[in-house]
Every structure is written in structure tokens, then in C-alpha cells.
């Protein structure tokens, strides 16, 4: 599995972004695919999750905010967010999850900087 991360960019507080993560490769055999984000001198942390079945997950940082989604198949996955503020400034990765291989996939990471 290859992800490819996009997006990202310089907005002004208050803004929205929206992420895509363009899945390829064995994308049938994926059981999940997560958002996750990493501040400078931060470790990474989960954003947001959504599983084969549609169940999603956020931090508590960005419910009601952000939302997590993706189409028919595991081609692409979104991560749009609205009401971005100044500390969500961080690079955001996605990561693909095979649960029965028990392996994880990272595409590189794309930049959010929210300016006050």
C-alpha cells in the first residue's frame, strides 16, 4: 500500500482546509486509515480514524471541527477541516492499517500552518 498525502497549506485562523490521502496498491485488503499529526517538539497523534465499516474517531482537540471521510473504496480519504486555529498547526499523515497483517503504511506528511 502507498499513500500519498495533500493539501496542506498556509491558512489564517478561522480558515478550512480539506486533506486528501490518494491510497494505492492493495487498498482492498485495508481495514483502516487515520489522520495524524505532528507539531514541532510534539509527539504524533491520532486526529481522526475511519475504519472498512464507516465507524470514525477524532481527538477531543478537533470534534465538531474536523471530519473524516472517503468513497466507495479506500482510493481516497479526506480529512476536511473547518474552524482551524493556530495549535493545530503541525505536519498531518495518513496511515493505512491492515489489521490481519498486522501492518501499517505512512505517506509522507503535508504541512498545515494557521496563522492568528
Known amino acids: 500500500v502507498q499513500l500519498q498525502a495533500s493539501g496542506g497549506g498556509l491558512v489564517q485562523a478561522g480558515g478550512s482546509l480539506r486533506l486528501s490521502c490518494a491510497a494505492s496498491?492493495?487498498?482492498?485488503?485495508?481495514?483502516?486509515v487515520g489522520w495524524y499529526r505532528q507539531a514541532p517538539g510534539k509527539q504524533r497523534e491520532m486526529v481522526a480514524t475511519?475504519?472498512?465499516?464507516?465507524?470514525?474517531d477524532y481527538a477531543d482537540s478537533v470534534k465538531g471541527r474536523f471530519t473524516i471521510s472517503k468513497g466507495n473504496t479506500w482510493n481516497t480519504v479526506w480529512l476536511q477541516m473547518n474552524s482551524l486555529q493556530p495549535e493545530d498547526t503541525a505536519v498531518y499523515y495518513c496511515?493505512?492499517?491492515?489489521?490481519?497483517?498486522?501492518?501499517?503504511?505512512w505517506g509522507q506528511g503535508t504541512l498545515v500552518t494557521v496563522s492568528s
Open positions: 496511515r493505512a492499517s491492515r489489521y490481519i497483517a498486522r501492518r501499517d503504511y
Open positions: 496498491g492493495s487498498i482492498s485488503t485495508i481495514s483502516a
Open positions: 475511519i475504519t472498512s465499516d464507516g465507524s470514525r
